[in-house]
């Protein structure tokens, strides 16, 4: 009986063995066995790769895209997250050989790039890495995500006070970037929170009017929240002398949304006696910022409020934006805000940027009343406008950067008919 009871059980292992076998087997054969028709759905099977992937079964997310590969030889994202999954597991050379293969057909891919930085610095190849950034940030200088490697392989060079003028400068395209400020409170005395800015202005005008002289300076600094600004302007307008002062923030609620709050007073009446600005500020996909908020200007005793709206774009070298101003005016007949009589403003920006995100060169063109154009001193005067503009920026030494700006626009004022001026700026500013 017991060795009856011994053979049951040995018979018992072995139907359990070969069943197992078998289905490993029938388990290995479906994985292979992939098949893409011309209905296949493939970004739904490359979804289910990097599903694989992501739980570790590199090996079956590699069999998956080399199908469509197969199907499909320039699905170029699909070459470089094979190279991405030979990367996760140090296999290094293999990955090298998928990325290379991408960025020989296309050499500005992002993904490639980004990945073969990765496999350079995870393989301590920091001279290869520093290479294939500087490849990568010459086709997209205003990616954060390029930017902050870039200030990871600085750390790493321990080269922390060109790290934090990075991460500094991911911090102008992005406030709210949580990655960015984060990395920015390890560099303990580097962290240049501060920057000064001065800027000077001469508008030449036509009909022998005098020019007009416009002159400013501000002083921010950079907290755990956010950032507080100081501003002072001068101006002289036909012989009339005002001063102003400003104070501005931005805050961060979350890695994709901050607001931008502002302030300012004089007593000078070529500049608004007092002036309100609230904005909300959010970061979509794809490069895409969405805002909308107010400002608000009191000339004497007439207030002006302007809502405004923008979209804006960041695409490889080029940003892209397109803000308006709506400014609702009271009817003097019936005393209710018409919107008849609303004044529209837009304005549209385009930059390419070369090097850096410190260096671009812009084009503006727009129509209406902006109350941000601190040159502007009396929007209540002014009916209507047309503008263009060129604007240029470049690292100079150092730390500072020098901007360049010139802009022609054709003027409605009230006391004369279409004046033109011609306007010259100079901006330069550093952090420290």
């Avoid at 022998?208 to 100081?230: C, D, E, M, T, W």
Wanted: charged share 25%.
């Amino acid at each position: 009986m017991y060795i009856k009871s011994n053979y049951l059980s040995f018979f018992i292992l072995l139907l359990l063995f070969f069943a197992d076998k078998s289905a490993i087997a029938q388990t290995k054969a479906s994985d292979t066995l992939i098949v893409i028709t011309d209905t296949t759905n493939i970004d739904a099977l490359f979804k289910r790769a990097r599903d694989y992937a992501y739980v570790g079964n590199n090996t079956q997310a590699r069999r998956i895209c080399q199908k469509i590969i197969d199907r499909n030889p320039q699905y170029y994202d699909v070459r470089t997250f094979i190279g991405r999954t030979y990367a996760w597991q140090k296999m290094y050379d293999a990955a090298r050989t998928e990325l290379s293969r991408v960025l020989i057909e296309k050499e500005n891919d992002y993904e490639a790039l980004s990945v073969m930085f990765d496999v350079e610095f995870w393989s301590e190849n920091y001279e290869v890495a520093k290479d294939y950034l500087k490849i990568a940030l010459g086709y997209y200088p205003l990616s954060e995500e390029l930017l902050l490697k870039k200030a990871n392989l600085q750390i790493k060079l321990e080269d922390k006070s060109a790290a934090a003028l990075t991460l500094r400068r991911i911090l102008d395209l992005n406030p709210g970037n949580k990655d960015a400020i984060k990395l920015m409170n390890t560099l303990e005395g580097r962290k240049l929170n501060n920057n000064f800015q001065a800027y000077y202005t001469v508008d030449q005008f036509d009909k022998n009017k005098a020019p007009q002289q416009f002159a400013g300076a501000s002083l921010g600094r950079n907290f755990s929240f956010g950032s507080l600004i100081i501003r002072a302007n001068g101006a002289n307008r036909r012989n009339t002398k005002g001063l102003q002062t400003e104070l501005e923030s931005y805050i961060n609620f979350t890695g994709k949304i901050y607001a931008n709050l502002s302030t300012g007073f004089a007593s000078d009446e070529i500049f608004p006696k007092e002036k309100f600005g609230a904005e909300l500020y959010f970061k979509l996909p794809k490069g895409f910022e969405l805002s909308g908020g107010l400002r608000y200007q009191k000339f004497g005793t007439k207030p002006s409020t302007f809502y405004t709206a923008s979209i804006g774009n960041y695409y490889k070298d080029y940003w892209f934006n397109v803000r308006t101003f709506l400014s609702p005016k009271t009817d003097s007949v019936v005393t209710t805000k018409s919107l008849k009589n609303t004044g529209v403003t837009v304005i549209a920006t385009i930059r390419n940027y070369f090097g850096d995100s410190n260096n671009y060169l812009g084009l503006k063109v727009g129509r209406g009343q902006s109350p941000d154009e601190r040159k502007n001193l009396n929007l209540a005067h002014q009916l209507l406008s047309y503008q263009g503009g060129i604007e240029l920026q470049k690292n100079a030494f150092g730390r500072w950067v020098i901007k360049a700006e010139l802009t022609y626009s054709k003027e409605d004022i009230l006391d004369t008919k279409y004046t033109q001026r011609l306007s010259t700026t100079v901006t330069v500013k550093t952090v420290f």
